[in-house]
Nanobody, 119 residues
Framework: QVQLVESGGGLVQPGGSLRLSCTAS????????MGWYRQAPGKQRELVAT???????NYADSVKGRFTISRDNAKSTVYLQMNSLKPEDTAVYYC?????????????WGQGTQVTVSS
């Protein structure tokens, strides 16, 4: 059993910052790519950012230059530093990880954490 537990969401004013964390635990052999996705009300879930084991990152155009994804492989944790937040960043943010269990790779999702950007 593998679990992803997120933290760090909340209410912030436009222009503010938040840092999200997501830690994987359980029967993990290793973790390949990790990432953050978000889903706003009435919209489909969309990619925010991903990071490989080696640190290669990929960002949605809408967050480039404002968000930074990073990871601590020793702690099985991925972070999302969000700066210069805008009201359109309001969404539930989900962590995703490609987890290797014995010889198979499975994709797991966290429970989601709400981020609200509002004055």
């Amino acid at each position: 059993q593998v679990q992803l537990v997120e933290s760090g969401g909340g209410l912030v004013q436009p222009g503010g910052s938040l840092r999200l964390s997501c830690t994987a635990s359980g029967s993990i052999s290793s973790i390949n790519a990790m990432g953050w996705y978000r889903q706003a009300p009435g919209k489909q879930r969309e990619l925010v950012a991903t990071i490989t084991t080696g640190g290669t990152t990929n960002y949605a155009d809408s967050v480039k230059g404002r968000f930074t994804i990073s990871r601590d492989n020793a702690k099985s944790t991925v972070y999302l530093q969000m700066n210069s937040l805008k009201p359109e960043d309001t969404a539930v943010y989900y962590c995703n990880a490609a987890v290797v269990v014995t010889i198979h790779t499975y994709h797991y999702w966290g429970q989601g954490t709400q981020v609200t950007v509002s004055s």
